[in-house]
């Protein structure tokens, strides 16, 4: 049975559930079948090897953050034939997140709205969930540890939650993300603008420096923003990605815009909407960096990548690999191998 079938069956009982209760339900599932080796039934990608920020991708297609807050479920993720594994966002210490219910389905638009709240178990669980990770133990392929700030952090102490984490993750990351683009954390995304920018881009960066030099080991660390940035806001931060030397953008998180689904249920529900709706403004956001950027810095493209003609159009917009999430929702996981299959060669350097 194909996994394009097996998934068209399941969908109908997932999306009967509660939106987060299918999520908490499916991860757990997915982590015993890839114990079990049930998930070697899949089709995975053939490798499609892709050299960015320094590091050997064996194919183009990852998954973003957000999914596996915890890396409780690295290594059944990682069984679904991902060409990297982006995890977390994590903070320095264990919160619960916004009250539930906080995850919303839009199957009219093939979208997502969550207001999930950077939920985790603190940074010291984490990184023992990494080391715990068969994925991690025997170097099995490209992982990306995403850091974020605790809600309770006042937002001028926020460089201080992002270096703690960053110590701690940094001797277990293929790369590091630094997201300051939820819509889900109070002022967060104040930190796009151009002088707190710049001074959290110093900071991390010289922590970089410090912490290559204590492990003999450059990690590679890469800057997630938002899709809801207008082009004066995109020069500001390309500028500062150059000159600080950062290593790579995501490009995007969620948008907080609700044009695309207006009347649909839970389009007024606050949080962040991802999926098909958001796969515009990315793909904007992306050409403009690269306008900005051009082939100083790679551009990684997320959001509403439901096809693998839609992972082209992000390719095709300037981004050098790409992430999935809220497609893997709709489409299930044939969409990882479709997308792989459509990049074949494409963008490659």
Excluded: W
Aim: hydrophobic share 40%; glycine share 10%.
């Amino acid at each position: 049975m194909s996994d394009k079938l097996l998934y068209a069956l399941a969908r109908p009982l997932l999306f009967s559930l509660d939106a987060e209760e299918a999520h908490n339900l499916t991860l757990p599932a997915l982590r015993r079948a890839a114990g079990l080796g049930l998930t070697r039934i899949l089709r995975r990608p053939r490798p499609d090897p892709r050299t960015v920020m320094g590091i050997t991708f064996p194919n183009p297609v990852g998954l973003a953050a957000g999914l596996d807050k915890d890396g409780a479920y690295i290594d059944g993720l990682a069984a679904l034939g991902f060409g990297f594994i982006e995890i977390g966002t994590v903070t320095p210490r264990a919160q619960p997140g916004n009250p539930k219910p906080r995850m919303f389905r839009l199957p009219e638009a093939s979208a997502i709205i969550n207001r999930m709240g950077f939920n985790n178990g603190g940074v010291d669980a984490f990184v023992r969930n990494v080391q715990a990770s068969k994925f991690y133990r025997e170097k099995e392929g490209v992982l990306g540890l995403n850091i974020g700030k605790n809600a309770d952090t006042p937002i001028e102490r926020a460089a201080d939650d992002y270096l703690l984490c960053l110590e701690k993750v940094y001797p277990y990351a293929s790369y590091v993300t630094v997201n300051i683009s939820s819509p889900n954390t109070k002022n967060l995304r104040q930190l796009q603008g151009a002088s707190e920018l710049d001074a959290l881009l110093s900071t991390l960066k010289d922590a970089q420096q410090r912490l290559a030099g204590k492990h003999k080991r450059y990690v590679p660390i890469a800057l997630k923003i938002a899709p809801d940035v207008d082009g004066e806001q995109v020069k500001n931060i390309a500028d500062a990605l150059l000159r600080h030397r950062f290593d790579g953008v995501i490009a995007t998180n969620t948008t907080i815009s609700r044009d695309a689904v207006k009347g649909m249920p839970h389009a007024d529900e606050a949080g962040g909407l991802s999926g098909a709706p958001v796969f515009d403004a990315s793909n904007q956001v992306i050409r403009a960096l690269k306008a900005e950027l051009g082939d100083a810095l790679p551009i990684i493209g997320v959001g509403g990548i439901l096809s693998g003609a839609d992972a082209r159009a992000k390719m095709d917009a300037g981004a050098a690999l790409v992430q999935l999430y809220s497609g893997l929702i709709y489409r299930g996981p044939a969409l990882i191998r479709e997308c792989a299959d459509a990049l074949r060669g494409h963008g490659a350097k």
